[in-house]
């Protein structure tokens, strides 16, 4: 089983910046890594997924051009920086990891359908206007 450990999360002014950082397992290789993050009472949203260590990237529309996923494979781990912050990027966000074995389609495939194989506990990011 996957651990996936999330910190970075904190409080921050429209227009801020954080660096989200996932600390991943070192038993456990997935081609595609993914952040996903949710409000109360709101469907799960697809951020970022990130497949064969950097080979592609995938982003929702409402993060281009804003955030950044990144790849450590030496230390083990996954980033999400986020720029530009607004109100609206206020959720829990969520570390991902697919399936061993997933192609760059499936990791596009799980990021649209937020049904990576394994979740980390999350880390809450709060902008505030």
């Known amino acids: 089983q996957v651990q996936l450990v999330e910190s970075g999360g904190g409080s921050v002014q429209a227009g801020g910046s954080l660096r989200l950082s996932c600390a991943v397992s070192a038993t456990y290789s997935s081609n595609c890594m993914g952040w996903v993050r949710q409000t109360p009472g709101q469907a799960r949203e697809g951020v970022a997924a990130i497949y064969g260590g950097g080979l592609r990237t995938y982003y929702a529309d409402s993060v281009k051009g804003r955030f950044t996923i990144s790849q450590d494979n030496a230390n083990n781990r996954v980033y999400l920086q986020m720029n530009s912050l607004k109100p609206e990027d206020t959720a829990m966000y969520y570390c991902?990891?697919?399936?061993?074995?997933?192609?760059?389609?499936?990791?596009?495939?799980?990021?649209?359908?937020?049904?990576?194989?394994?979740w980390g506990q999350g880390t809450q990011v709060t902008v505030s206007s």
């Open positions: 991902a990891a697919d399936a061993p074995g997933s192609t760059g389609v499936s990791c596009s495939a799980a990021l649209v359908r937020r049904d990576f194989r394994n």
